[in-house]
């Protein structure tokens, strides 16, 4: 490649370089050490000052020079991995340059004209993007020729990023380049004339952790199936870790999750990603987590400001985060205050004038009549350009106009927002037709249910005492108190003290208004006017296995409570359910939903409901309602984690916290709605909306701490289990208005010695003091991390649960078969990684069955055949295994299962001998062979062979053995033999017999009894063709007795006898069955087994033992060298047929 030239003193390089080429102008020069036989002192010592000292970030094995005469100061203007491209660069100098160079008088115009044009060369070459997108093009691409002369991938192979840093062997650190690429870890090193290479899938990654060894604080350590591998010593680790935990992530989730998992926009394309992507992406991710966003939000920028907080009366130090719908501020200082501003309540931005008390401030107003002033803002006109595009875009999509109607906002204590109901305007300034679309939404949709279940379902007679209306009052009050000093819209300032309000418990009338705040569904609900109305019409009627699973579980949603007893609510939660398995069937419906929406439909309007499911399925619990429920699995071994840090003690007396683990999973998928009493639960759903999963986590550790004692003297699981149901079963909520409504989940209701009871209000204030110190960055940190041991365990189930199946049916080593696995799965893998279009979706699929999940095509299948396979047939090979795999392919989809291919497998290294033989009779009739083989130029278009000499054969020894007899008893027994039970097998034409014979002289090639079998084969293919002339004549013999109305005497022989009768009348008798009256020349396997078992030799070459672990050993090296040189060669004839 060329290389921005830099001045440098050739004295100071002459004993690291040798010079190859000179001209007047140009030297081509070689480093040391590269391309040296016999691994001279000096070369050793150069490799080794390369690695240790990183002499080699800018330095390629060969490079050429430009000197100007009598100047002692030179200029690398190129580089090169290999001598033969420095060559082509030195070419195209020699023709390009070296014969303009004369006609400049001045040394110094030569020198520039020359540095000019290389420069001009570089531009061409950096116009690939692939270089553009990295903060140091020139580096970047020296170190993508490395990476590729190195490690010899394909070009679909994109690098990422490169590192130097020591690998670990042990005490040991090997010098070396970590490199990135989008589905590959790689690390080279050359030290002392050793060279080290090291290759790691990142679908082979099972953990992915920072740790520290007893020489360094700090590594990166890299867990995969067998080995573990540190990595230190890089100038920023933090940076490193993130990009490598982005892209374990992203491949990972990509390849083996790719039942739900979307990738963002830029991430669609691996070849495309770069640094700055995966960078982005940590950002976006992190952003969307934070103020629990849409997924489809993308960030735009982050901008370090101040805001005006009122309540404090001064700024507030933080940042402000911009994207396509939101402007969101989150305070420096944790929790002190954080604001979300959706871009369709704002109404405009403004820059005001800069002073020294408020430099670089903007103003934005929002339709509640507040406005929020932002201060030090850099570069505030750009900005503000952004915003204000941004907010024309989304007012267009979402027209407002103003109200002249009278605000009640302060005079009304009825809590607002930005619903489109009429009694939930902010203000003056209001969506267009709010009103009437309530009334044309009600006229359209007259089955929704127009109030929250709960003040429609009261159980009569049991009203609240006194003391609990007032302190709900209480409870209302201070809200009223909290919404006229912060806001009491979606933009309201959210700060510590609503946090303390939240944990008292939400009352009953704010709760589902506030529940639409907190989790931004009421955006969601503003924006869609007349869509849940829509899909409920769409989805009504229809029935499918979703409908049917929804129906099952209707009644089984607090069945104890009133709202369920009977139609109104049932036909609610019908709807809800059905309209949201319609809006997304990804998901559809899973388990628990049905316990979520009925609690939703309790404080929340219908419409409302189905908003807050959305939310809560789709941002604020990803992954976790599928077929799968990854994310809570995710956040179930995230959980263990944090009971090893915070509660060390019962971690260490419970080894195995998968019994917790069995329990803890519903207060995820549940949010302890299942475990707990209603009244009491949904406290814990106000936390959940307000702070997210962080709640569930601090809340469980909680619960755990109160139980600690107990659980630590448990004897066995089943006793932990109940410590913890009836502690939960008896947790009460003394401010609830309401009459106490039992957890119909809990797993033991004995209540015959009275139990502790604890309060709710007090678990949660616990939960925050205690454990409340997670941040929301910590959490994502830990489910990157989780999230590749969850998917890496799905793998090992899928894996033992295919080995389980097949094991019995095969008599290959469990050990082998798991080999063979690997491989098989790898070979897959492979085809994701480099071919286009990617096979991933119709190959891989997690919601099928354990041993459908992994399938290959027939181009795979011949690569690990020709791996495998113990019948190796040179260039027959791959027609070999083209035949294989249709025989295989049952279904005829071109794709096959890792059980077929293992049986084949099985027959051709364990099999008797007649299996054997039986696969390769399969092989070649069809639909193994077809009419449109690759080998269709053999022999098979020639005419039928015939063989009318005696069957007599010369021996070695001089003797004469005479098969006569031999064969008429064999076909007599055969005969008799024939198993009636199996299916039989078409009969053999000669056109597939000669096929078949072709593939066993392939197969005997280098044997070392190599010329003894081809004799013997040699004696059999004749014995055979003289069988299937008989059965020819015979068949013919019968036609023509039929055509003559059964003229034939009663006491004719045999078929058997009359072939055998008399041999040398065999030229007269043929002129009795002329051509045209022959019926078809065929064998059957009976014929050809029986033959081949009259040749010791051939049943020695079929029943020898065979080795599979050395062929599993060179497969697993040779595995993707294969598939490298394949991609090599194919895109070499693309570009070859480009050229034409």
């Not at 992190?286 to 982050?302: S, T």
Request: hydrophobic share 40%.
């Amino acid at each position: 490649m060329w290389l921005k030239p830099e001045e440098v003193l050739l004295k100071n390089a002459l004993k690291l370089w040798v010079t190859q080429k000179s001209s007047c102008y140009f030297i081509l020069q070689r480093r040391r050490g590269h391309g040296e036989g016999g691994g001279r002192l000096t070369g050793r010592l150069v490799g080794a000052l390369d690695a240790v000292l990183d002499s080699n970030a800018r330095v390629a094995p060969f490079r050429i020079l430009l000197q100007v005469p009598g100047s002692q100061v030179y200029s690398p203007i190129a580089c090169g991995a290999t001598l033969e491209e420095i060559n082509q660069h030195w070419d195209w100098l020699e023709q390009n340059l070296l014969h303009t160079l004369s006609v400049f008088d001045n040394k110094d115009d030569i020198a520039s004209f020359v540095k000019g044009k290389v420069k001009a060369l570089i531009a061409e070459e950096t116009s690939s993007r692939l270089a553009e997108q990295e903060e140091e093009p020139e580096k970047f691409r020296e170190a993508l020729v490395k990476f590729e002369a190195r490690f010899n991938f394909p070009e679909a192979e994109k690098l990422v990023t490169y590192y130097s840093c020591c690998c670990w062997k042990g005490r040991v650190p090997r010098q070396g380049w970590l490199y990135l690429s989008i589905n590959h870890l790689c690390f080279y090193s050359f030290f002392l004339g050793k060279e080290l290479k090291l290759v790691v899938p990142w679908v082979d990654i099972q953990k992915l952790e920072r740790t520290s060894n007893v020489f360094l604080t700090d590594t990166i350590r890299i867990t995969t199936q067998n080995k573990e591998r540190d990595f230190s010593m890089f100038l920023n680790l933090d940076e490193v870790f993130k990009v490598m935990e982005q892209l374990a992530d992203v491949t990972l989730r990509r390849l083996l999750d790719n039942e739900v998992f979307d990738l963002d926009p830029d991430l669609q394309e691996p070849s495309q990603i770069t640094k700055r992507d995966l960078e982005a992406r940590a950002q976006n991710e992190f952003f969307r987590a934070f103020f629990r966003l849409p997924r489809k939000e993308k960030l735009h920028a982050v901008v370090d400001c101040s805001l005006w907080t009122p309540f404090s009366r001064c700024h507030t130090v933080g940042r402000m985060f911009a994207s396509d719908s939101y402007i969101c501020f989150a305070s420096r200082e944790d929790g002190c205050c954080k604001i979300i501003l959706p871009l369709r309540e704002v109404v405009s931005i403004e820059k005001m004038e800069d002073t020294s008390l408020l430099p670089h401030p903007i103003i934005i107003s929002i339709r509640s009549k507040v406005a929020f002033q932002f201060i030090e803002l850099r570069d505030r006109d750009s900005l503000v350009e952004a915003l204000l595009a941004r907010l024309k875009q989304v007012h267009a999509n979402h027209p407002v106009r103003y109200d002249t109607s009278v605000d009640d906002d302060m005079a009304s204590p009825v809590f607002h927002s930005t619903s489109m109901c009429s009694d939930h305007r902010f203000g003056d300034l209001e969506m267009v037709s709010s009103q009437n679309s309530e009334e044309s939404e009600k006229e359209k949709s007259p089955l929704l249910h127009p109030d929250a279940l709960v003040t429609a379902f009261q159980q009569s007679g049991s009203q609240s005492p006194d003391s609990r209306m007032s302190r709900e009052q209480i409870k209302i009050s201070l809200w009223n108190d909290h919404f006229v000093e912060y806001g009491r819209t979606v933009c309201m300032f959210r700060t510590e003290k609503i946090r303390k309000l939240v944990a008292m418990g939400i009352p009953e009338s704010l709760r589902g208004k506030l529940w639409l705040l907190f989790s931004d569904a009421v955006t969601d609900l503003a924006s869609h006017p007349g869509y849940y109305g829509n899909l409920v019409e769409e989805s009504l009627g229809k029935c499918c296995l979703v409908t049917e699973e929804i129906e099952r579980d209707l009644h089984r949603s607090l069945p104890e409570h009133p709202a369920f007893q009977n139609e109104t609510g049932i036909a609610a939660l019908r709807r809800v359910l059905t309209a949201y398995a319609h809006r997304n069937p990804k998901i559809g419906y899973c388990q628990s939903m049905n316990i979520l929406t009925s609690v939703l439909l309790l404080y929340a309007k219908e419409e409302e409901a189905f908003w807050l499911l959305v939310a809560v399925c789709e941002r604020m619990l990803p992954d976790y309602f599928n077929h799968r429920v990854i994310g809570a699995q995710v956040d179930q071994s995230v959980f263990e984690e944090l009971i090893k840090g915070h509660l060390p003690e019962l971690a260490e007396h419970m080894n195995d916290l998968s019994a917790l683990a069995s329990v803890s999973l519903s207060w995820f998928l549940t949010l302890f709605l299942s475990i707990m009493p209603l009244e009491s639960a949904v406290n814990v759903v106000d936390c959940f909306f307000y702070d997210g999963i962080k709640a569930i986590f601090q809340l469980g550790l909680a619960v755990l701490e109160a139980n600690a004692e107990d659980l630590c003297s448990s004897k066995d699981d089943g006793q932990a289990l109940m410590i913890l149901s009836r502690f939960l079963d008896h947790i009460k909520n003394e401010d609830s208005p309401g009459p106490p409504v039992g957890s119909h989940h809990a797993f033991f209701s004995d209540d015959q010695e009275p139990y502790p009871v604890t309060d709710i209000s007090d678990l949660i204030r616990d939960s925050y003091e205690k454990f409340g110190d997670q941040s929301v960055e910590q959490i994502e940190h830990l489910r990157y991390k989780h999230r590749i041991r969850v998917l890496q365990g799905h793998e090992d189930t899928t894996k033992q649960n295919v080995l389980r199946v097949v094991i019995p049916e095969v008599s290959i080593l469990p050990e082998d078969l798991e080999e063979l696995y690997d491989l098989f799965k790898r070979e897959h893998m492979m085809s994701c990684y480099w071919e286009q279009p990617r096979p991933m979706a119709s190959r891989h699929d997690p919601s099928r069955p354990y041993a459908e999940q992994y399938r290959i095509d027939a181009r795979q299948f011949a690569h690990l055949f020709q791996l495998v396979s113990p019948w190796t047939c040179r260039a027959h090979t791959e027609i070999l295994a083209e035949r294989m795999f249709r025989l295989l392919d049952d279904n005829m989809d071109q794709l096959i299962e890792f059980k077929a291919f293992v049986s084949c497998l099985d027959i051709m290294y364990n099999g008797e001998m007649n299996e054997k033989i039986k696969l390769l009779y399969r092989l070649h009739i069809p639909p193994a062979l077809t009419e449109n083989d690759r080998d269709s130029q053999s022999p098979l278009k020639n005419p039928l062979l015939s063989t009318s000499r005696p069957l007599v054969f010369g021996k070695p020894s001089g003797d004469a053995v005479d098969y006569q007899k031999q064969l008429k008893q064999m076909i007599k027994d055969l005969a008799k033999e024939k198993d009636k039970t199996q299916k039989e097998l078409p009969k053999m034409s000669q056109r597939e017999f000669i096929q078949f014979c072709k593939t066993l002289y392939s197969m005997f090639h280098e044997d070392p009894e190599e010329n003894d079998l081809y004799q013997a084969i040699a004696t059999v293919t004749t014995l055979l063709l003289q069988i299937g002339e008989v059965g020819q004549r015979s068949s013919s013999s019968e036609s023509c007795s039929q055509e003559c109305g059964e003229e034939l005497p009663a006491s004719a022989p045999s078929p058997e006898d009359s072939v055998f009768a008399d041999t040398g009348k065999t030229p007269q008798d043929s002129q009795a069955f002329p051509e045209e009256a022959e019926g078809d020349w065929t064998v059957s396997l009976e014929h050809i087994l029986a033959s081949l078992l009259t040749e010791q030799s051939l049943v020695n070459f079929f029943e020898k033992p065979l080795d599979m672990k050395s062929k599993l050993e060179n497969a697993k090296i040779n595995q993707y060298n294969l598939k490298t040189f394949e991609m090599s060669h194919q895109s070499q004839s693309e570009l070859k047929l480009s050229n034409l």
